[in-house]
């Protein structure tokens, strides 16, 4: 599976952001069968989990310092999954990766086998 994660920019805190992740290549038809996740990576520190969708979309997972501020979702007609952020804070300032999963808990960035390239988001206060 090939990811590819857009949609990253300069907002101001308080704004808005709507990431996409995108599924091409040969396995187009397979990202419904993916769980998904967005981590993040802020500068000078380790990776992070943001969210995770199963791959129905039933189930979502969100970290405690983004609950109710962001949103993913998935549209599997589309091969793509959205993170759309919401009063966006300086500390969301990173480059925000896409994964999938077939298995596991979606939590763990372990568990992802397959990596977008990263998409930079950068928050002025």
């Known amino acids: 599976v090939q990811l590819q994660a857009s949609g990253g920019g300069l907002v101001q805190a308080g704004g808005s952001l709507r990431l996409s992740c995108a599924a091409s290549?040969?396995?187009?038809?397979?990202?419904?069968?993916?769980?998904m996740g967005w981590f993040r990576q802020p500068p000078g520190e380790e990776r992070e989990f943001v969210a995770a969708i199963s791959w129905h979309g039933g189930i979502t997972y969100y970290a405690d310092s983004v609950k109710g501020r962001f949103t993913i979702s998935r549209d599997n007609a589309k091969n793509t999954v959205y993170l759309q952020m919401n009063s966006l804070k300086p500390e969301d300032t990173a480059v925000y990766y896409c994964a999938a999963t077939r298995y596991g808990t979606l939590l763990t960035e372990s568990e992802y086998a397959y990596w977008g390239q990263g998409t930079l988001v950068t928050v002025s206060s």
């Open positions: 290549g040969r396995t187009l038809s397979t990202l419904s069968s993916y769980g």
